[in-house]
């Protein structure tokens, strides 16, 4: 079965210092990956993608993550956080398939809570 | 361009109480349309996806039941309201084309509901 997992439910890092978060999943064929940002009382951002390609890929707000099918993860990465990068971040993996069977669901991982000390 | 729109954003309910959650999409035609629960702490649940009108997966049982009646609007109701129906209700949509490219989802600002 499909699986998403964040091991960290939260971090907290100094603003200016460089983030990491992790996401592996578990996925019979190509995956298509998903990170979401999540503010407080808010609905979910799109950050960025991964269907095929280049294995490392930019997203939004400075944000890039890379690929790693020998590890199965999906980490992402920011060199320089900032005080309103603080959120909560979700890792989600795609259902593939064409046509009729694409249902588009997502399956996500349980998200990581990121706190910015000034 | 396309926006999802989700209300109430916030409801206080009794227990026991009927529900109705509406979220309408506009700017697209023919979208997957879902329904997600996050309670607190916890990551997000699919409830219900629907790939066209009066067409509904349910994901989970559980006491709430969903309604697509027309093409761009998706309903999630309960005839009576459980303690654990409490969370955070996000609805989202995404293209429903062939291309792979397309199966990122797209989410509605949400709505709290508190079951007293």
């Known amino acids: 079965a499909q699986s998403v997992t964040q091991p960290d439910i939260h971090i907290t890092v100094s603003e200016g210092a460089s983030l990491e978060l992790r996401c592996n999943y578990s996925y019979g064929a190509t995956p298509y990956l998903f990170w979401y940002v999540q503010s407080p009382g808010q609905g979910l951002q799109l950050l960025l993608k991964y269907f095929s390609g280049d294995t490392l890929v930019q997203g939004i707000k400075g944000f890039e993550a890379e690929f790693k099918r020998s590890q199965s993860s999906f980490n992402l990465r920011k060199p320089s956080v900032h005080w309103s990068d603080a959120a909560e971040y979700f890792c989600a993996v795609g259902e593939g398939g064409k046509g009729s069977s694409n249902t588009g669901k997502l399956i ?3 998200g990581t809570t990121l ?3 000034p | 361009s396309q926006t999802i729109h989700q209300w109430p954003a916030t409801l206080v309910q ?5 529900l109705s959650l509406e979220c309408t999409v506009e700017g697209t035609s023919n979208p997957n349309l879902y329904w997600y629960r ?3 702490g916890r990551g997000l649940q699919l409830l219900f996806y629907s790939v066209g009108i009066g067409q509904i997966s349910s994901e989970v049982p559980q006491n709430l039941s969903a309604s697509r009646p027309q093409d ?5 109701s309960s005839k009576k ?5 409490s969370g ?5 949509w995404r293209k429903r084309l062939a291309v792979p490219s397309y199966n990122e989802q797209f989410f509605g600002p949400g709505t709290r509901l508190t079951v007293l």
């Open chain 1, 108 to 110: 996500f991982g349980q």
């Open chain 1, 115 to 117: 706190q910015v000390k």
């Open chain 2, 14 to 18: 009794p227990v026991g109480s009927p």
């Open chain 2, 38 to 40: 996050q309670a607190a």
């Open chain 2, 72 to 76: 761009r609007q998706f309903i999630l």
């Open chain 2, 81 to 85: 309201l459980l303690l654990s129906d």
């Open chain 2, 88 to 92: 955070f209700y996000l609805c989202a």
